[in-house]
């Protein structure tokens, strides 16, 4: 039950939040202030549920550190659709032709935020902690990745083959940034950097959302292959690849950390204190 009332309290936040995101969409600064107060409540009203469902403070998501975390995951994730932007362009199919509309990035700055913080403190700290709990982390890493793949064909311009790729590089990617840490703060930096970059900074589709134009002024035509079509560069081979790399990078780190949990065929797993929270 503990499961259900904690994916019920954050999962209210998050469509109250997108609600209100979708309201103030047209106002830069409402949207930015509208996003930030939703990651800021999705933190608070996860911290309240954890206390209340499992009596304990939620250390996954405690103050310190959380700068550190946020910051260089930000920088990662920018670092990483950077890295796959520079090959789509090197490729002739990406090409920069101005400046865009700064004030778009400006709101989707805080779109970004609540989606980043409402979508981790779910699928992460909700999802994949308590599923661990039965499954190792192995089999819970599949299994919430692939709901989270599954999750985007929500959304307008969805295809099969860019949920699937959703589920192998970021569902991997971002749990295994969970693994590594035992923290919530660098995946949710990994994801808001990751998002800026596709959204804010470079101007492409974000999972197939129909995105506005962000900073830059750009035009992406190619093979679906790399540039991942109307579903934008998330789909493109270079990305799973990439995303494929990083989760490798992070699980193997989490394994020198003994942060792995492993399967066991009966019984509920027992994680260690310090690896549930």
Do not use: C
């Not at 954890?50 to 998501?61: A, I, K, L």
């Not at 660098?186 to 994801?191: F, M, Q, S, V």
């Not at 197939?208 to 998330?234: C, N, W, Y």
């Not at 990305?239 to 019984?267: D, E, F, N, Q």
């Amino acid at each position: 039950m503990r499961l259900l009332w904690q994916f019920l309290a954050v999962a209210a936040v998050w469509i109250v939040g997108n609600l209100g995101m979708a309201a103030v969409k047209d106002s830069p600064w409402l949207a930015l202030v509208a996003g930030l107060s939703t990651a800021v409540v999705a933190v608070a009203v996860y911290r309240w549920v954890v206390r209340r469902t499992e009596h304990r403070n939620p250390d996954e998501v405690s103050a310190k550190g959380a700068g550190a975390g946020v910051g260089w995951g930000t920088l990662l994730g920018v670092a990483l659709f950077g890295a796959v932007i520079a090959t789509i362009a090197l490729l002739g199919d990406y090409t920069i032709n101005g400046l865009g509309t700064p004030e778009n990035a400006v709101a989707l700055l805080g779109i970004m935020a609540g989606a980043a913080v409402t979508e981790e403190l779910l699928f992460r700290g909700v999802l994949f902690r308590n599923v661990e709990r039965w499954t190792g982390t192995w089999i819970a890493l599949v299994l919430t990745g692939a709901l989270f793949g599954l999750i985007h064909l929500l959304n307008a311009n969805a295809t099969l083959v860019g949920a699937v790729a959703i589920a192998i590089s970021a569902g991997g990617m971002l749990t295994a940034a969970y693994v590594a840490t035992r923290k919530l703060w660098l995946p949710i930096g990994l994801h808001f950097g990751w998002n800026i970059a596709v959204s804010a900074i470079f101007s492409t589709e974000v999972s197939g959302t129909k995105t506005r134009q962000g900073l830059l002024d750009t035009t992406i035509s190619g093979p679906t292959l790399v540039t991942g079509g109307a579903f934008g560069p998330e789909a493109s081979v270079f990305t799973v690849v990439l995303g494929v790399v990083a989760t490798g990078v992070l699980m193997w780190l989490a394994h020198r950390r003994g942060r792995v949990v492993p399967v066991r065929r009966s019984t509920r797993v027992d994680v260690p204190a310090e690896l549930a929270a």
